[in-house]
């Protein structure tokens, strides 16, 4: 299969370590980032650093962005000195941000007017499997695509699902980011409920990390929880938030009214307002810290 070039946009939390695998997996890499100083790791290990995204496009036949969220993928691909902003025809762009299966189907109608293809790409995971190059892609388009990209997804993750048509992806992303929030709450919630109930902190921790519900998100982070350690987030509280609008968003477009999920997206909004937003996700815990003091 032919090697492609590939311009990487975003080295944020997750894009840094993602295209160090991709350039240790030997593909052809230019990067940029919008904080350039960010790059400087990559450019001392010999990779190419672009002074713009129009640079890193034009060097590439296939563009990645990775970004936060919707907004900042079209400023970096349609804003000035924007990857799509110069001539892109037969060029592959692929979205591995979180950003809605709406902007998925936006972005690809624009890019198709200038003859280049898309597909969305977002993946699941926090900075530790980036690292490892463990992450799960949901990736959405045609089929022939999908194929072209193996070996760049092989680079930076364990599975690749071929979740169906350009959009799809990003569907996905929104509904499993959706389960993860509830995951989320029921952890904090319960262990909260626990310790009120005159039970252990680490008895708690114990059986939510080895019982039958226990999963390699509680599993990761038992360490933070037993230390009530949420400075240093792997993912941030607040985009537990973003995530959460968006699968409230898709619930609207569908007609759908998931009470479980509402409850659960209340209780992330009420954390990020009380301040708790740059903590790790798992930091949500303190919302509910009166709990730890008031009486039976």
């Not at 904080?35 to 672009?50: I, Q």
């Not at 760049?152 to 569907?171: D, E, W, Y």
């Not at 919630?189 to 990390?209: H, K, P």
């Amino acid at each position: 299969m032919r090697v492609y070039r590939v311009a990487w946009l975003g080295l944020g939390t997750m894009g840094a370590p993602m295209a160090e695998n991709v350039a240790r997996a030997g593909i052809p890499l230019v990067v940029y980032n919008r904080t350039p100083g960010r790059a400087a790791a990559l450019r001392y290990a010999g990779v190419d650093v672009a002074a713009s995204p129009a640079e890193a496009a034009s060097r590439a036949d296939v563009v990645v962005t990775i970004l936060t969220g919707a907004d900042a993928v079209e400023q970096v691909l349609f804003g000035p000195s924007g990857a799509a902003t110069d001539v892109i025809e037969n060029k592959l762009f692929v979205d591995m941000s979180t950003s809605g299966p709406r902007a998925a189907l936006s972005i690809a109608a624009r890019l198709a007017q200038c003859g280049a293809r898309f597909v969305d790409a977002p993946i699941s995971g926090t900075r530790g499997p980036a690292q490892a190059g463990e992450l799960v892609v949901f990736a959405g388009g045609h089929e022939q695509d999908i194929s072209q990209l193996a070996p760049l997804f092989a680079a930076i993750g364990k599975t690749t699902l071929h979740t169906g048509p350009v959009g799809s992806g990003q569907t996905l992303k929104v509904i499993y980011n959706g389960l993860g929030c509830q995951h989320l709450m029921a952890f904090a919630t319960m262990l909260r409920l626990g310790e009120r109930a005159g039970l252990s902190r680490q008895v708690l921790i114990d059986a939510f990390t080895t019982g039958a519900f226990a999963t390699p998100a509680y599993i990761g982070k038992r360490s933070r929880v037993a230390e009530r350690r949420y400075d240093g987030p792997d993912f941030v509280l607040a985009l537990v938030l973003r995530d959460a609008e968006l699968c409230a968003e898709l619930q609207r477009q569908l007609g759908l009214e998931l009470l479980t999920h509402a409850a659960a997206h209340r209780e992330v909004a009420r954390a990020v307002a009380a301040g708790l937003g740059e903590l790790d996700l798992f930091g949500v815990e303190r919302l509910y810290d009166e709990l730890e003091t008031a009486g039976p």
